[in-house]
């Protein structure tokens, strides 16, 4: 098996760290075992992947490299994978689950079903890419963006906030794909900062003058078509698009609400152990890696066009910085991905 010197440090120094803190009582035998931190990652670990599965392969590939570890991924939807881990509750083979919005993970936290994710771990991501729970942590970030097309919408027409979407003037002007988790996430985002009574009356108005599509891409492409004048999309599809042919979105640009408003919202992909994985030294060993300048660099080069979290790696130098987005701060573990449905299925759209 490949091991690192990485690895060989960190169980030296954990194993120090332990006995420093528990003195006499590290020679008890009814002490507890070593935090996993204090130990080498090895065997297999099964990830539930609802991340974009080239990213999680590159992921699962290094870290094997890395460490010898033998990831398994199962790949899925957020909210296919998210009811699955529920449904399978403590019989779950799942070592991690891995997702593109945070609602999904929030949804399985929530269940009772992680395991504290390793304190070393939640240090290398900031705070506003984390729960408070402690029991998941951010992996990746992607920007809410309004898609236009400038000869349809002119700079001047452009909404200041989301919110501004529900005017009767925008009836049959802007497009969204509502069945999808990335646009479910933004209404999570918009019903922990303007209540339910707003989001219920914003999903009313949005059903008169929204027109729907499956899919940001499908919604990019038809901004681009000029068959809508605008979108509300994630931002890395019109990245992804023009590094690639740009046949997509030559004809759109990407409008930023800032602000703090609902629609700057970031979404945080998240990531968790599960209490009852069968090897979680690795599992936590893995999460630590995607998370650690390692993983966040291949968000960096990669042509996943999402963020890296971590402070220690810039993002993709075609990218806004996260800094100058001025997004609204939100605990993840706030967005309740169970009433944005019911409020979503309410107003028709699911």
């Avoid at 590290?26 to 599965?53: F, K, L, M, R, W």
């Avoid at 296919?80 to 919005?101: C, I, M, R």
């Amino acid at each position: 098996m490949i091991l690192t010197r990485r690895w060989t440090l960190l169980a030296a120094l954990g194993t120090v760290t332990l006995l420093g803190a528990t003195g006499c009582a590290a020679s008890d035998a009814s002490a507890p075992a070593p935090a996993t931190e204090a130990s080498t990652p090895s065997g297999s670990i099964t990830v539930y992947n609802a991340q974009h599965e080239e990213l999680t392969q590159a992921w699962a590939d290094e870290f094997t490299a890395e460490t010898g570890v033998t990831v398994t991924l199962r790949n899925g939807s957020d909210s296919e994978l998210g009811n699955q881990l529920v449904q399978e509750g403590t019989a779950s083979k799942a070592d991690v689950f891995l997702t593109e919005n945070s609602p999904a993970i929030s949804l399985v936290d929530r269940a009772g079903l992680f395991a504290p994710v390793d304190k070393a771990t939640l240090a290398q991501v900031p705070e506003q890419y984390r729960p408070s729970t402690g029991m998941w942590t951010g992996i990746a970030a992607r920007s809410t963006v309004f898609a236009y097309n400038p000869s349809l919408l002119g700079e001047g027409e452009l909404p200041a906030s989301l919110l501004d979407l529900a005017d009767p003037a925008w009836a049959g002007r802007w497009a969204a794909s509502p069945s999808g988790a990335d646009f479910q996430a933004i209404v999570s985002a918009l019903l922990e900062l303007e209540g339910e009574d707003a989001t219920r009356d914003w999903l009313a108005a949005m059903k008169e003058n929204a027109v729907v599509y499956k899919g940001n891409s499908t919604v990019m492409k038809a901004v681009n078509a000029g068959e809508i004048p605008a979108g509300v999309i994630y931002h890395y599809y019109w990245f992804g698009d023009q590094a690639g042919t740009g046949e997509n979105s030559a004809s759109t640009q990407m409008h930023y609400f800032k602000n703090q408003d609902p629609g700057a919202f970031v979404s945080v992909s998240g990531g968790g152990v599960l209490e009852t994985s069968a090897n979680p030294v690795a599992a936590q060993a893995f999460l630590a890696y995607i998370t650690g300048k390692g993983g966040q660099e291949i968000l960096k080069t990669g042509t996943s066009f999402e963020y890296p979290v971590s402070d220690s790696v810039d993002a993709n130098p075609a990218l806004v910085p996260l800094s100058e987005l001025n997004a609204p701060v939100i605990d993840p573990s706030k967005l309740n991905s169970t009433k944005v449905t019911d409020l979503m299925t309410e107003a028709g759209f699911l």
